[in-house]
């Protein structure tokens, strides 16, 4: 009965947690306040602190929050949302820049190529390559502003998800 008590007890323990404590001392060294595990002067304040168990730590402090995989997986695509935005805004700028610097070479058109352009003169050819330009930059910018409104709008979606 003795075994089957100390057995039961044994047992047992792993289960039981105590609460444990450490001992610091606080000293004021030349001003400077000090911690150490000995007494570091006569004075010496003795300060307890408690083993914090995390786990229950972290659960007290999100009272009916838990965090779930669910959520975290939604930030981390929240976070994925927001560089792909970024991405293509930056691209829009860099398609913005390219049309400017293309639009100011045919702005530099000649006559002989005007000629070959077919145009009767030179402000008609500068018109039709700028027009043509223009729609090709501007069908490719609006695809881009597309794709950024629905990346907003998905962004939206899971920042409302509890």
């Known amino acids: 009965m003795i075994r089957f ?22 000293c004021v060294i030349k001003g400077v306040p000090t911690f150490s595990q000995t007494p570091c002067a ?27 995989d669910s959520s975290v997986d939604d930030y981390l695509e929240v976070q994925q949302i927001e560089r792909e935005i970024k991405r293509l805004e930056l691209s829009i700028e860099q398609s913005q820049k390219e049309y400017a610097a293309k639009k100011q070479q045919i702005d530099y058109m000649t006559q002989d190529k005007a000629n070959r352009l077919g145009a009767s003169s030179i402000a008609d050819a500068i018109a039709t390559k700028t027009n043509s330009l223009k729609q090709a930059y501007d069908a490719s910018i609006n695809q881009t502003q597309q794709k950024i409104e629905s990346l907003k709008q998905r962004k939206q979606q899971l920042s409302q998800n509890p």
């Open 5 to 26: 008590i100390l057995l039961s007890v044994c047992a047992a323990t792993p289960f039981f947690t105590l609460a444990q404590s450490t001992t610091v001392y606080k």
């Open 42 to 68: 006569k004075d010496a304040q003795i300060i307890t602190l408690k083993d914090i168990n995390v786990i229950e730590a972290y659960k007290s402090s999100t009272p009916g929050k838990g965090i779930t």
